[in-house]
T-cell receptor, first 118, second 109 residues
Framework: GAVVSQHPSRVICKSGTSVKIECRSL??????MFWYRQFPKQSLMLMAT?????????EQGVEKDKFLINHASLTLSTLTVTSAHPEDSSFYIC??????????????FGPGTRLLVL | DAKTTQPNSMESNEEEPVHLPCNHS???????IHWYRQLPSQGPEYVIH???SNVNNRMASLAIAEDRKSSTLILHRATLRDAAVYYC??????????FGPGTRLSVLP
């Protein structure tokens, strides 16, 4: 099946710094990529949807100026957590789809990035 | 988005079949039923999906009720590696994948 990678797999940073997470579709072109975060013992919560070449669509309650998303190519989307604080510590997961199969579309998920803000 | 109801947790013995139920009574006529699973500290993994007919693949089988208001994911022989949280997600293109709490499956040796 298709492969989605994320980098880094885990990152520790100081409060106030910015962290960039990359999501790549390795063997297919992803017209749409999704970003989720998951707090311990909770389910995945959708943060935003990004389409290649256009602005991301953010879910209610997600600050677009804090979580900057760039989907510059059909194989790469980045999430930048700006001025990170301890409450931003979470497991961030991206997913990608080809956008060609309607409801049959399978989403391919990355392995996740664990962010710890000290 | 259709609402789903799944048991919080289930237990199975190794090498026995497991039936994971999901109620999705508000599903629309064109929504596909997707199942994903998430192993500890990993991203979700696709398991199977279907629309109306029962489906089989190398990982599992999906039995869909005739009225489509419920479905059951069947693992024919559970292994320790099948211990995960299983999510059923009604989905159609243009919607978002909405993850509910899922069912945490424990497999006992």
């Amino acid at each position: 099946g298709a492969v989605v990678s994320q980098h880094p797999s885990r990152v520790i940073c100081k409060s106030g710094t910015s962290v960039k997470i990359e999501c790549r579709s390795l063997d297919f072109q992803a017209t749409t990529m999704f970003w989720y975060r998951q707090f311990p013992k909770q389910s995945l919560m959708l943060m935003a949807t990004s389409n290649e070449g256009s602005k991301a669509t953010y879910e209610q309650g997600v600050e677009k100026d804090k979580f900057l998303i760039n989907h510059a190519s059909l194989t790469l989307s980045t999430l930048t957590v700006t001025s990170a604080h301890p409450e931003d510590s979470s497991f961030y997961i991206c997913s990608a789809g080809t956008g060609t199969s309607g409801g049959r579309e399978t989403q391919y998920f990355g392995p996740g990035t664990r962010l710890l803000v000290l | 988005d259709a609402k789903t109801t799944q048991p919080n947790s289930m237990e199975s013995n190794e090498e026995e079949p497991v039936h994971l139920p999901c109620n999705h009574s508000t599903i629309s006529g064109t929504d596909y039923i997707h199942w994903y699973r998430q192993l500890p500290s990993q991203g979700p993994e696709y398991v199977i999906h279907g629309l109306t007919s029962n489906v089989n693949n190398r990982m599992a089988s999906l039995a869909i009720a005739e009225d489509r208001k419920s479905s059951t994911l069947i693992l024919h022989r559970a292994t320790l590696r099948d211990a995960a949280v299983y999510y059923c997600i009604p989905y159609n293109y243009g919607q978002n994948f909405v993850f509910g709490p899922g069912t945490r499956l424990s497999v006992l040796p």
